[in-house]
């Protein structure tokens, strides 16, 4: 079966513009987590959706924000971007009811902001 | 809350020679715990997962990994690497309840010569 999809795999942004990236996670997979990678700050947990419901968000300002579709896509926003958001964004995809069935990951987005 | 110390930023080792990679977790109750793969510029790759049963459990591409519960451990080993082995190593726990979301590592970085 197909994997995890995100769109686009690049991305070069400007100070003060906003980002949505794209995340397709595999059929029938309801849980979709998106996950921040930078060489400082490693991997961090942004936010998870499961049924177009935000479950979990991870301590990220309120310029990062997301959704869910009813077809399990989601997508994630970054507002008013900053030097410091340049990262490579990473989305994982499961069943969402249990860790033991593990989470796949995307080939991610990389976010470069100037 | 639950975190994950991978005390070694970067290993050498030899083409054809063993190879260990430490993971330390804290948390409370038993863990879920998970090693990635990630090779430059790409997404995580899952080796390998253990959640309950047989502490030693095997993955893919030669690796298994053995929950130590009494030494908070879940180390990862390859009895004779690859020079296609050098990647970036993360092992990552989750929790069954409360957030689903997994907490990295900081990554060990595998280098192998010839």
């Known amino acids: 079966k197909a994997g995890v999809t995100q769109t686009p795999r690049y991305l070069i942004k400007t100070r003060g513009q906003q980002v949505t990236l794209s995340c397709s996670p595999i059929s029938g997979h309801r849980s979709v987590s998106w996950y921040q990678q930078t060489p400082g700050q490693g991997l961090q947990f942004l936010f998870e959706y499961f049924s177009e419901t935000q479950r979990n968000k991870g301590n990220f300002p309120g310029r990062f924000s997301g959704r869910q579709f009813s077809n399990s896509r989601s997508e994630m926003n970054v507002s008013t971007l900053e030097l410091g958001d340049s990262a490579l964004y990473l989305c994982?995809?499961?069943?969402?009811?249990?860790?033991?069935?593990?989470?796949?990951f995307g080939s991610g987005t990389r976010l470069t902001v100037v | 809350a639950q975190s994950v110390t991978q005390p070694d930023i970067h290993i050498t080792v030899s083409e054809g020679a063993s190879l260990e990679l430490r993971c330390n977790y804290s948390?409370?109750?038993?863990?879920?715990l998970f090693w990635y793969v990630q090779s430059p510029g790409q997404g995580l790759q899952l080796l390998l997962k253990?959640?309950?049963?047989?502490?030693l459990v095997q993955g893919i591409k030669g690796f298994e990994a053995e929950f130590k519960r009494s030494q908070s451990s879940f180390n990862l080993r390859k009895p004779s690497v690859h020079w296609s082995d050098a990647a970036e190593y993360f092992c990552a726990v989750a929790s069954l309840f409360g957030n689903e979301k997994l907490t990295f590592g900081t990554g060990t970085r595998l280098t192998i010569i010839p």
């Open positions: 948390y409370g109750a038993t863990p879920y």
């Open positions: 994982a995809s499961s069943s969402g009811g249990d860790p033991s069935y593990g989470y796949t």
């Open positions: 253990y959640f309950s049963g047989d502490t």
